[in-house]
């Protein structure tokens, strides 16, 4: 199945198909409550949100800004391809601030330049604290240093290293030069408990930073530049 994309005035893609009456946390109408140990560390976590990309139905949930960009779902997976403009995919819902991600991402063949560009964003929200605009209400296409304009924390990982930042301003809270390479799957974990956010990757912790002035919840975005990547296995759960 193929995903029709649609391109605005503004550059930024999105989907036809929405329903905003339904519940947002997908797949979960019952939600499973896990005990989790990831390189030491255990929490206690009630799983909210599991997508799977098992079909296109499940894109409905999801907004994409992007000025050139192809996208696709095929054999339980999400395909991103972004010619170097910069690819953010929303979901819709928001999350609490006590939270955890997991998902797995990796490069895919067919791009010569590929940047291995396997990022997400969290605790999304405007800076008077209302509700983030995505998408075609938002105006962005895409451009990272938009992003930096409103509250969120972004976790990066690239092929020069991995970073945490908090936003608006780009503030740098934890640098490293853990680096993304070809053909490695990579399994990331994100946790922020209390203002302390860790990032795990492949079971082996990156980053561990406190701080002192935690974010609200949010939205929750992947995002890419001149990349080709997949992911799968989206998970995010409140951390009880």
């Not at 964003?121 to 296409?141: F, M, Q, V, W, Y």
Request: aromatic letters at 12%; one cysteine or more; a positive charge.
């Amino acid at each position: 199945m193929q995903t029709k994309l649609y391109v605005t005035l503004f550059g930024l893609i999105f989907f036809c198909a929405c329903d905003t009456n339904k519940n947002l946390y997908r797949a979960l109408d019952s939600p499973r409550i896990d005990t989790l140990t990831v390189a030491g560390d255990t929490y206690r976590v009630k799983w909210l949100l599991k997508e799977d990309f098992a079909s296109d139905e499940r894109l409905k949930n999801w907004v994409l800004e992007a000025t050139k960009a192809d996208m696709e779902i095929k054999d339980g997976k999400l395909f991103i391809t972004d010619y170097g403009i910069g690819s953010t995919l929303w979901y819709k819902k928001e999350f609490p601030p006590n939270i955890i991600i997991r998902y797995t991402t990796r490069s895919e063949k067919g791009m010569a330049d590929n940047k291995l560009n396997f990022n997400h964003i969290s605790h999304a929200c405007e800076n008077d604290g209302t509700p983030l605009k995505i998408g075609e209400e938002s105006g962005r296409t895409g451009a990272y240093s938009q992003y930096h304009q409103f509250t969120n924390y972004i976790a990066t990982l690239t092929f020069k290293h991995s970073r945490l930042r908090k936003d608006p301003g780009f503030r740098l809270l934890s640098d490293s030069e853990t680096h993304a390479v070809e053909n490695q799957r990579y399994e990331v974990v994100y946790t922020v408990l209390q203002g302390r956010l860790r990032y795990y990757l492949n079971n082996l912790k990156v980053h561990d930073k406190q701080d002192p002035e935690p974010l609200k919840g949010g939205k929750f975005g992947l995002r890419t530049w001149n990349t080709h990547a997949s992911w799968d296995n989206i998970e995010i759960g409140v951390i009880l």
